[in-house]
T-cell receptor, first 114, second 115 residues
Framework: GAGVSQSPSNKVTEKGKDVELRCDPI?????LYWYRQRLGQGLEFLIY????????KSGLPSDRFSAERTGESVSTLTIQRTQQEDSAVYLC????????????FGPGTRLTVT | AQKITQTQPGMFVQEKEAVTLDCTYD???????LFWYKQPSSGEMIFLIY??????QNATEGRYSLNFQKARKSANLVISASQLGDSAMYFC????????????FGTGTRLQVFP
């Protein structure tokens, strides 16, 4: 399909393990965002990539969180030494950067830390 | 700091009636954009409507319209002729063009449409 895809759709991991979440943005979209949504809550911004500019990492909650993006393609969000409070849905979005700046969201990865 | 406030955790509306979901925002920047997203129980975020801070007219998209009152810093979503499929969480969000392109989201309103 032509939408944003994320993998895996669900991930269960033990506390202390590292996890990698993947996002494939819409082809041609220069901007990519990661958000976190805890159960029953709104979305919290984590990190933003725009082209070759330095990413905006201001939303990353701790140094256990990191993300990479290669050019204008896929991005991976890595959580090291996972904690139970990391349990959430992690949503990726991409955008063309056009005037309305509409962000197209992927289906999310549901992370459960046991 | 930018902030979005949605004061209605839940709303009920009867099918075919109109409903207004409230959203107020706070920003010191003159240039910003306001968005509404729908999140059904399946979890995906669906873009509904956008309003720019300099837009003179209220945005409309089909059954959705945005009641933009700049002086009051409010951007309420109006859904006309509600349908059962409108039952979902609705999030108001703001984008600040001056500093960063991230979206600041409110806590959401759960809308339930009953027959």
């Amino acid at each position: 399909g032509a939408g944003v895809s994320q993998s895996p759709s669900n991930k269960v991991t033990e506390k202390g393990k590292d996890v990698e979440l993947r996002c494939d943005p819409i082809s041609g979209h220069t901007a990519l965002y990661w958000y976190r949504q805890r159960l029953g809550q709104g979305l919290e911004f984590l990190i933003y990539f725009q082209g070759n500019s330095a990413p905006d990492k201001s939303g990353l909650p701790s140094d256990r969180f990191s993300a990479e993006r290669t050019g204008e393609s896929v991005s991976t969000l890595t959580i090291q030494r996972t904690q139970q409070e990391d349990s959430a849905v992690y949503l990726c979005a991409s955008s063309t950067g056009q005037p309305t700046y509409e962000q197209y969201f992927g289906p999310g990865t549901r992370l459960t830390v046991t | 700091a930018q902030k979005i406030t949605q004061t209605q955790p839940g709303m009920f509306v009867q099918e075919k009636e109109a409903v207004t979901l409230d959203c107020t925002y706070d920003t010191s920047d003159p240039s910003y954009g306001l968005f509404w997203y729908k999140q059904p129980s399946s979890g995906e975020m669906i873009f509904l409507i956008y309003q720019g801070s300099y837009d003179q007219q209220n945005a409309t998209e089909g059954r959705y319209s945005l009641n933009f009152q700049k002086a009051r810093k409010s951007a309420n979503l109006v859904i006309s002729a509600s349908q059962l499929g409108d039952s979902a969480m609705y999030f108001c969000a703001m984008r600040d063009y001056e500093s960063t392109d991230k979206l600041i989201f409110g806590t959401g309103t759960r809308l339930q449409v009953f027959p």
